[in-house]
T-cell receptor
Framework: GEDVEQSLFLSVREGDSSVINCTYT??????LYWYKQEPGAGLQLLTY?????DMKQDQRLTVLLNKKDKHLSLRIADTQTGDSAIYFC???????????FGRGTQLTVWP | EPEVTQTPSHQVTQMGQEVILRCVPI?????FYWYRQILGQKVEFLVS????????KSEIFDDQFSVERPDGSNFTLKIRSTKLEDSAMYFC??????????????FGEGSRLTVL
């Protein structure tokens, strides 16, 4: 089945950029996602990218997609302490609404 | 802002007992889901539900699991006879038709199930 992998931890200093990386295996993926989970909260969709795009920018967030290498990244510019959370990479399977998630990357931002 | 709510937030049960996890999806959403995350592992799809029937279920969703929409607002997950390996955080999610296509699922905060 579909496999999504991401590193588990990332620490950055406030004001620096954060880059969270993800790899996936399904070459027929149409949408790829970044979800965010803050402590005690559910998963919240941050952004998504359609597979025919290489890049998507939304304010401080930049998503890069390398379809050849099946690599997705999320860059957060000017990272703030409020960005500390778990970030999940996800891939949509063939069925609408069925997502394949990675384990999540715990982002810690130091003041 | 509308949100998905789940109860209980944490349930401790003995192995072999039945458990019902409850969810109230966003009111105008028509697609409902259960996902789970075993500690340290990936968030895994369990089941999707639309028009009062299961749309898809994963290999995890065996005969011990069932889902129901008993009224116009609740969506429940029942585990008939819990096993130790059912200990996990269970997430309910809902979406409208657009969200189902784009992957914008609205998740609840999760129900942590501990099986002793």
């Amino acid at each position: 089945g579909e496999d999504v992998e991401q590193s588990l931890f990332l620490s950055v200093r406030e004001g620096d950029s954060s880059v969270i990386n993800c790899t996936y295996t399904d070459s027929s993926s149409t949408y790829l996602y970044w979800y965010k989970q803050e402590p005690g909260a559910g998963l919240q969709l941050l952004t998504y990218i359609f597979s025919n795009m290489d890049m998507k920018q939304d304010q401080r967030l930049t998503v890069l997609l390398n379809k050849k290498d099946k690599h997705l990244s999320l860059r957060i510019a000017d990272t703030q302490t409020g960005d500390s959370a778990i970030y999940f990479c996800a891939d949509r399977g063939s069925t609408l609404g069925r997502l394949y998630f990675g384990r999540g990357t715990q982002l810690t931002v130091w003041p | 802002e509308p949100e998905v709510t789940q109860t209980p937030s944490h349930q401790v049960t003995q192995m072999g007992q039945e458990v019902i996890l409850r969810c109230v999806p966003i009111s105008n959403h028509l697609y409902f889901y259960w996902y789970r995350q075993i500690l340290g592992q990936k968030v895994e799809f369990l089941v999707s539900f639309y028009n009062n029937e299961i749309s898809e279920k994963s290999e995890i969703f065996d005969d011990q699991f069932s889902v129901e929409r008993p009224d116009g607002s609740n969506f429940t997950l029942k585990i008939r006879s819990t096993k130790l390996e059912d200990s996990a955080m269970y997430f309910c999610a809902s979406s409208d038709i657009t969200g189902t296509n784009t992957g914008e699922l609205f998740f609840g905060e999760g129900s942590r199930l501990t099986v002793l």
